[in-house]
């Protein structure tokens, strides 16, 4: 008894630590980025003289990461409607529903599931490039949908199993179709899910840089991720100013962190316990 | 559709007429009484996702196997049998890569352990559990490309790691720019970044475990480290294995924001990842078949150390 407590004391001491380090990085590029080129070459640690905003203004406008940001929020808003809405008609279907080849389609959502993006990625650009898809707006929320699908849907069928047949046969007999019950019942029945898994899908797409590098290509259609990626070169000489444009682009994240945290947690862990 | 075909004159001519909810609730007594529309539904409904999951995620697969076995450039088309898979390991390279792969696996117990030990600290309620928690599994929401992008201004050669390191009398670290530690550098960063991921699926197994057996054993006067090997770690197994897999997997596919921004996969080519290589041949060198055929190995290697991993834990369960 009194071992385990003084071991928990004793564990305290390195979990400090670790969350510290876990911290610091960003506090370091949030301190540099408030600093003048000048202070940072004397002295990286020492904090910024004060509040300066200028090295954020400075990405903000000359990298252009007002265009990447508004490409991120398109392509991430439309993959991630597309995701919850299918996924959700899915899991439905998958869940509550009985027809022939269910089973089937469930298990092949399920191998889809480890499919890993590289192992497709040369024939899926190569037929996203015969399709005239390929450095637009709908080939990348088309191509984020098709990665996150087979996670929402499991994710979605899941959650609507937990949901006791009788309240869908109470709504059918009370007239619905079966597009009905979907409508009316699923879809506000599963908002929790839906919440959780379209804020875990929201920062897939979000983070992702390797899909949106290989489907759109050009300068004027990158996503913020893949803005970011280019800010090195071109601020190789004002560190501050790379800084700001880094936690310009991490900015959304952390607020998005800072709301749903259980969300996001929820999402992460589903499908751990259960197997 | 594939019910169009099993209609019956009876139920077709059940179904003329305006569909009232009356005469639905009626006649909806099974599924063998419901209209076409009504049986069609389930199938509408799965429709979009299985269609955008067959012809974007299990069509490519097929097609990715059958691209790796033909040629590149002035071949392109044609078969060439085994070529690509030849060329491929007498790449240095990909071997290179494939090394790396090798020390993924070495790493991995540590990326599991890590988070194991600290979830069961927090689980203990470690003063300050509560705030470690959230502050863990922070990174963990960053993209890599940002998480790469902060880690080249703290490992920069004239950076403040290596300031650190003056302090106390340590020689400057290249890094990110020698071969012989660029890779553990990266790999660093990777386990920094996403521990928090298994720390908080570990945690949503210990929910699951049961309380008064740890309390038994404290009772008992069971020390920490015995308390974990012999109550914490059987009744985990099962979040053990899902955590030892989705590790290698998140090693084996997630890394490329992280090479690319921090190391481009030098120096001297000491950080290639199969991804990174894919990525590479692809887009890079236009060799996209011998990609393919490297793709091909790669999703060989994660099926094979996805089934090992999960034949050794379920062994070790059994021993317990």
Known sequence: MNALRAGRWLAAIPMAALAIATVYPLVFTANVAMKTRHEYVLDRFAPAEGLRWDAFATAWASADMGRYLANSLIVVGGAVALLLLFGSMAGFALSQLRFRGSRALYLACLAALFIPFQVIMVPLARTMGQAGLVDTYPGLILAYTAQFLPFTVFLMTSYYSGIPAEIVDAARIDGNSAYGVYGRIMLPLGRPALLSVGILNALFCWNDVLIALLLMPSAEHRTLMVGVTSLRGQYSADIPTFAGGVLIAALPVLVLYLCFQRQIATGVTAGSTKG | ?320
Not at chain 2, 173 to 200: Q, R
Request: aromatic residues 10%.
């Open chain 2, 1 to 320: 559709m594939p019910t169009a075909t099993t209609d019956s004159p009876v139920r077709t001519a059940l179904r003329t007429g305006p569909v009232t909810p009356r005469r639905r609730a009626r006649s909806g007594r099974g599924a063998a009484g419901r209209s076409r529309a009504e049986r069609l539904a389930p199938y509408v409904l799965v429709a979009p996702a299985a269609l955008i999951i067959a012809v974007f995620r299990l069509y490519p697969l097929g097609l990715g196997v059958n691209f790796s076995f033909t040629g590149d450039g002035d071949r392109n088309g044609q078969a060439v049998g085994l070529d690509n898979y030849a060329a491929l390991f007498e790449d240095p390279l990909f071997l290179a890569s494939m090394k790396n792969v090798g020390l993924l696996v070495l790493l991995l117990p540590v990326a599991v352990a890590i988070p194991g030990l600290l979830a069961t600290f927090i689980y203990l309620r470690v003063p300050g559990h509560r705030v470690y928690r959230s502050v863990y599994f922070f990174p963990a929401v960053l993209s890599p490309v940002i998480i790469g992008a902060i880690f080249n201004l703290l490992l920069a050669f004239d950076g403040p790691a290596n300031a650190l390191l003056g302090t106390v009398g340590l020689g400057p670290v290249d890094w990110l720019g020698d071969p012989d530690i660029a890779m553990y550098a990266v790999v660093g960063v990777h386990i920094w970044a996403t521990f928090g991921m298994a720390l908080v699926v570990f945690l949503a197994g210990f929910a699951t475990l049961d309380a008064s057996l740890i309390d038994a054993a404290r009772v008992d006067g069971a020390s920490l480290p015995r308390v974990v090997r012999h109550v914490i770690v059987p009744g985990l197994s099962r979040t053990i294995q899902f955590v030892v897999v989705t590790t290698m997997i998140g090693m084996l596919t997630s890394m490329f924001g992280l090479l690319y921004v921090m190391t481009g996969g030098g120096p001297e080519g000491s950080t290639y990842l199969p991804e990174y290589y894919i990525w590479f041949q692809q887009g890079q060198m236009g060799r996209p078949a011998l990609a393919s055929a490297a793709s091909t190995v790669l999703f060989c290697v994660m099926l094979v150390v996805g089934l090992a991993q999960i034949a050794v834990l379920r062994r070790a369960g059994r021993e317990d």
